[in-house]
């Protein structure tokens, strides 16, 4: 497992921007995901970014959200951008060494290590 650690916490209005940070520590990961989870609701994929860089995105964040990596700081970044309401969540972090095709890589259940989380807050 890896251990993670998230930053970049913060409330915004609607149409602001956020970027979060999740730093990595040693390890070995095929991927890393940003995940979000709103009270009362499941835990879901936001992004993903595979070691060599193909990301993918959930239809709900493609074209506003922006994933990327930087290996040298083994740290993954998360620009958020015409953020909604429906964007408030606590955002984690999470990584894994299976090898995944790009849609699966938006399933939690993959993953295996996680950080502990930082809050979004979009109002309206």
């Known amino acids: 497992q890896v251990q993670l650690q998230e930053s970049g916490e913060g409330s915004v209005q609607a149409g602001g921007s956020l970027r979060l940070s999740c730093a990595a520590g040693r390890g070995t990961s095929s991927w890393m995901g940003w995940f979000r989870q709103a009270p009362g609701k499941e835990r879901e994929g936001v992004a993903a970014?595979?070691?060599?860089?193909?990301?993918t995105y959930a239809t709900s964040t493609e074209g506003r959200f922006t994933i990327s990596q930087d290996l040298a700081k083994n740290t993954m970044y998360l620009q958020m951008a015409s953020l909604k309401p429906g964007d408030t969540a606590m955002y984690y972090c999470?990584?894994?060494?299976?090898?995944?095709?790009?849609?699966?890589?938006?399933?939690?259940?993959?993953?295996?290590?996680w950080g502990q989380g930082t809050q979004v807050t979009v109002s309206s």
């Open positions: 970014i595979r070691s060599d860089g193909v990301p």
């Open positions: 999470a990584a894994t060494a299976r090898a995944l095709d790009p849609p699966l890589a938006l399933s939690a259940i993959y993953y295996n290590s």
